[in-house]
């Protein structure tokens, strides 16, 4: 994502530089207004963005259509982020995922363990999550969500 200068001296956000623009994220979080909010982000930075609002749902939507990356929130009711991981890892064990949470560095550390990514501290700016997900779309092989 890059920012620049209107001619009225607001800063305005620009697409991401990622080449992966068209790849297809997986949101998941319990919270509809973070939902909405990255989705929003997401989509106008050209990502395909598909949302779920449970590790349930998540795992459902992931029957029917590969993901090239999932981004999962860790506190959610029912399954939280790092039994959606455990799942993930089971049933698509190449699908890249990157955890987000509020409860700091033993999460990350856990969401490591079990095979995340990355693990990213909320609250966090836009362009530190962008970056995140070129530099794991980056690691992909060129052809991502072939074979999960």
């Not at 080449?19 to 395909?48: H, M």
């Not at 995340?116 to 501290?121: N, Q, S």
Request: proline share 5%; charged share 20%.
């Amino acid at each position: 994502m890059r920012s620049m200068k209107t001619n009225r001296g607001r800063t305005q956000r620009k697409a991401c530089d990622c080449p992966y623009v068209k790849a297809s994220i997986l949101l998941v979080d319990d919270d509809s207004n973070t939902l909405a909010g990255y989705r929003q982000l997401l989509t106008e930075d050209g990502f395909q963005v598909t949302v779920a609002s449970s590790g349930i749902e998540a795992l459902r939507l992931l029957q029917g259509q590969a993901f090239d990356l999932i981004i999962a929130d860790w506190h959610m009711p029912v399954m939280d982020g790092i039994q959606l991981l455990v799942a993930v890892r089971r049933l698509y064990p190449m699908t890249p995922f990157l955890m987000v949470t509020a409860y700091g560095d033993s999460i990350g550390r856990a969401a490591i363990d079990h095979g995340a990514e990355a693990c990213l501290t909320k609250p966090f700016p836009y362009a530190l999550l962008a970056e995140k997900i070129a530099e794991i779309l980056h690691r992909l092989p060129a052809a991502p969500a072939v074979g999960r």
